[in-house]
């Protein structure tokens, strides 16, 4: 049977992602179910999920902005649900939030330091997952991430290079660009360059193509 890039996304939605809805719908309902410190978990954890969809969503239309600025949303709202069950000392700072006219006057939900702890607890409870990491990996593999998904967020060159790219050839390079896991500068400018290339040749393929084998390597 021949490959294709439909086929293969039918087959990772089927095996994984489909999957993994069913569990978090029913993980929701266990929670449900339970008692629960705080009513406010829920509804984190539930919003997280609707974001997590609309961050789908977004990525079928290639809206890669969009989708990782919700993500980052979905990942806040995760960290904080579980932070403000374990430390009431957070919880208490939390349902005081709207009322801190000064962002140096929080203590306990500070990101960096929220997700600092909410590492150390993920580790305990996916031990098998991050059994080969000490809690500092897995306390940097949280920040990468999250600073990551800031760079879709904030104003950065990264925004602006996604919305020059319409053409869908051009989502493809993308493609590329979403699958890696460390984002720097030189990958923003060589971007920009394969965009100015693809104006300047035509869309010559032959050539852009090994511009697309050169950024590869860098991701």
Same mark, same amino acid.
């Given at each position: ?6 086929? &293969? +996304?039918?087959?990772? =939605? *089927? %095996? ?7 569990? $978090? @719908? ?10 629960v410190k705080h ?60 009322? &801190? +006219?000064?962002?140096? =006057? *929080? %203590? ?7 997700? $600092? @702890? ?54 493809e390079i993308l ?45």
């Open positions: 049977m021949e490959l294709t890039c439909e086929g &293969i +996304d039918k087959e990772i =939605k *089927r %095996k994984f992602i489909n999957k993994l809805n069913r569990n $978090c @719908k029913n993980g929701l309902i266990k929670l449900e179910e339970n008692n009513r406010e978990t829920l509804g984190l954890l539930n919003q997280s999920y609707n974001t997590i969809r609309n961050a789908e969503m977004n990525l079928k239309k290639y809206n890669f902005v969009d989708a990782n600025s919700l993500l980052r949303a979905a990942l806040e709202y995760m960290i904080m649900a579980v932070m403000i069950e374990e430390d009431e000392r957070i919880f208490n700072e939390f349902v005081i939030l709207p009322s &801190i +006219d000064n962002p140096l =006057k *929080r %203590k306990y939900t500070i990101v960096n330091t929220l997700i $600092c @702890k909410f590492a150390e607890k993920i580790k305990v409870i996916s031990t098998e997952i991050f059994e080969e990491s000490t809690s500092k990996d897995v306390q940097n593999l949280f920040i990468e991430v999250y600073d990551l998904l800031c760079k879709y967020t904030h104003a950065s060159l990264v925004v602006s290079i996604f919305k020059e790219i319409t053409m869908d050839e051009e989502k493609k590329f660009f979403e699958l890696s896991t460390n984002y720097d500068e030189e990958k923003s400018k060589r971007l920009l360059e394969i965009k100015k290339l693809i104006e300047k040749t035509e869309n010559d393929w032959l050539i852009i193509n090994e511009e697309i084998d050169d950024i590869k390597k860098l991701l």
